[in-house]
């Protein structure tokens, strides 16, 4: 297994902040291996598992869930858009692979040490466990090398010629037979990448400790999300099914559909029923729900129990429709969060149309920056999070948050944007934090260790410097984004705008020189930051007005003295 190589013009437009659309599908198409390869590590963990951490049951519900999710992933016959009931069965001994390439790809031989192992065979669930009996077997787990994060080296997707059909086939990018697949959209979800590291983390004996019932419980709610995603899947491929599912402290959430508050708390059995677009919810004592699938996201009922998950229109109008995704229980890191970051926000209608407000006008906010922030925008943003205001935000709505989570590529976390104009400075921002992770993935950049040593003029603490690199690349494409901005739009928008830039350019210029004179750099590490620097020094063709400049110099060494008089006897020593 090795990584796809990334051409020399790929990084240098990267470095220039900028992407072609056949380079941001490389980073896209190596983030949905990724995810294929995390879900296998996940599958490996469990059937390696001791019984005490995952029992023989659970393993067997596991191979049911993934027969179901594999039949998600066939294409429905010629002619239709769906199958028809009952066309999913299979005559009983019949083995084969869905058409194109298989969901869990394999590595063609090339395997680094810290990959998951080569998958094994594993025969069908046993009669009488599994509702598919016939369907396709579980794609058999072993033990997976690397079971806390995504495996560093994803399979070369340039191996195989042209119509090749062979198992070891990557994913297709963008195609509607395999990568828009129901099955595949449920696994590139961005959301399911946390999902999949804590059912690692749970899984994993060597970290976690010895099992406790707090643990044990988590691990439960992990695996029993896995039901839940097979089941969403089955159900937008037009798959009849019944599979008992579990709510987890008293919310049943099917992702991308929404969530019951079911009538009791606690973690419950819940039956689900699928015919003709249609889930029949049945749970102890209380009358059955009915849930109609829409198409795209979400569903509706009738029941006061049941929460939609949330959509805005596509960003263009002929796009999918954007998740806002405020149920899915892997929406919010665990643990403590960031100072500066809400929590997971719950939105009323208020918070909707304020979201809506916001969102119809961001294409067109987008654009005055360049078309290239559409192009990403559409490549890389795949769902909306939702978050609470930060703490200690002021009343004029002017404070805001957001996030990227690497594990979660595609995702937005953010607070409600104020207007268009600053949801599309939030999308440039967070979105080239995710350009720069996943080359990252691709194509080591430096060496440096994770000490925290450098000034970053947006930061009151030290960074380390793969956090100034990160930093510096967004604020350095933020200022393009309003310098692009303040030449095209009239006062005041122009006036604000080239505020912006002045200030952002500002910062970049005091953060740069550490990261050009780092001994750490690799030589395509070097290349990259060659190509900001020169991004960054064309932005001096179009100057911004002297008051604005003047101000956004004084602020930035108003931010250096108070950085330096506060953390300059701490810091380490630097190298020699």
Not at 280 to 288: E, G, K, L, T, V
Not at 337 to 364: E, M, V
Not at 368 to 376: I, K, N, P, V
Not at 494 to 518: D, F, I, K, N, T
Request: charged share 20%.
């Amino acid at each position: 297994m090795i990584r796809p190589v990334v051409p020399d013009g790929a990084l240098v437009e990267l470095g220039r902040i900028g992407a072609s659309p056949d380079t941001l599908a490389l980073l896209v198409r190596d983030q949905d291996t990724r995810r294929l390869l995390l879900l296998r590590a996940v599958l490996d963990a469990a059937d390696a598992a001791d019984p005490t951490v995952c029992s023989a049951g659970r393993k067997a519900r596991l191979r049911e869930d993934w027969a179901l999710l594999a039949e998600a992933d066939r294409p429905p016959p010629p002619g239709t858009t769906h199958r028809p009931p009952g066309a999913h069965r299979q005559p009983r001994g019949t083995a084969h692979l869905p058409q194109g390439a298989p969901l869990l790809p394999d590595d063609g031989g090339h395997r680094p040490p810290d990959a998951p192992q080569h998958p094994r065979a594993m025969p069908y669930p046993p009669p009488g466990r599994s509702q598919h009996p016939h369907a396709m077997p579980y794609p058999p787990p072993g033990r997976s090398q690397h079971p806390q994060g995504t495996p560093t080296s994803p399979p070369d997707a340039q191996r195989q010629p042209p119509g090749a059909a062979h198992p070891s086939t990557p994913l297709p990018h963008p195609s509607p037979a395999t990568a828009h697949s129901p099955a595949r959209a449920r696994l590139f979800h961005p959301l399911t990448g946390p999902w999949a590291l804590s059912c690692l983390r749970g899984l994993d004996d060597r970290t976690a400790g010895p099992p406790d019932e707090h643990r044990a419980r988590r691990l439960r709610q992990d695996l029993a999300h896995f039901s839940a995603v097979a089941a969403v899947a089955a159900a937008r491929a037009g798959i009849p099914f019944t599979v008992r599912l579990t709510a987890r402290a008293g919310v049943l959430t099917l992702p991308s559909l929404g969530s019951l508050r079911t009538a009791t708390g606690g973690d419950l059995p819940v039956d689900v029923t699928h015919r003709d677009g249609r889930l029949s919810i049945r749970q102890p004592d209380a009358p059955d729900v009915v849930v109609h699938l829409e198409s795209g996201i979400g569903a509706w009922s009738g029941a006061l129990a049941w929460t939609s998950v949330h959509a805005l229109p596509g960003l263009l109008p002929a796009t999918a429709p954007m998740p806002l995704d405020d149920v899915d229980p892997y929406r919010a890191v665990p643990g403590p969060r960031h100072r500066t970051l809400g929590g997971p926000a719950t939105l009323d209608d208020t918070d909707c149309k304020r979201w809506l407000q916001a969102w119809s006008g961001t294409a067109a906010a987008l654009r005055t920056g360049g078309e290239q922030r559409m192009t990403e925008a559409l490549a890389l943003l795949r769902c909306l999070v939702p978050l609470e205001r930060p703490p200690g935000a002021g009343a004029d709505g002017r404070d805001n948050c957001s996030a990227t989570r690497h594990e979660a590529f595609g995702a937005l976390l953010a607070s409600p944007p104020q207007d268009a104009v600053a949801l599309a400075a939030t999308l440039v921002h967070e979105l080239h934090h995710a350009k720069l992770a996943a080359l990252g993935d691709l194509v080591t950049l430096h060496h440096a260790d994770a000490e925290a040593r450098y000034f970053a003029p947006w930061k009151t603490a030290p960074r380390p410097y793969d956090g100034l690199l990160q930093g510096v690349y967004s604020h350095l494409a933020l200022a393009d984004y309003f310098q692009r901005r303040a030449l095209v739009t009239p006062p005041p928008d122009g006036e604000y705008a080239w505020s912006r830039h002045a200030r952002y350019r500002a910062q970049v210029g005091a953060a740069l020189p550490a990261l050009v004179g780092s001994p750490d750099l690799t030589v395509k590490g070097r290349r990259f930051v060659d190509e900001m620097t020169a991004t960054y020094e064309r932005m001096a063709e179009h100057p911004a007005p002297r008051n604005h400049t003047a101000r956004a110099q004084a602020y930035v060494k108003a931010a250096r003295a108070l950085w330096t008089q506060r953390h300059t006897p701490a810091l380490p020593r630097p190298k020699e």
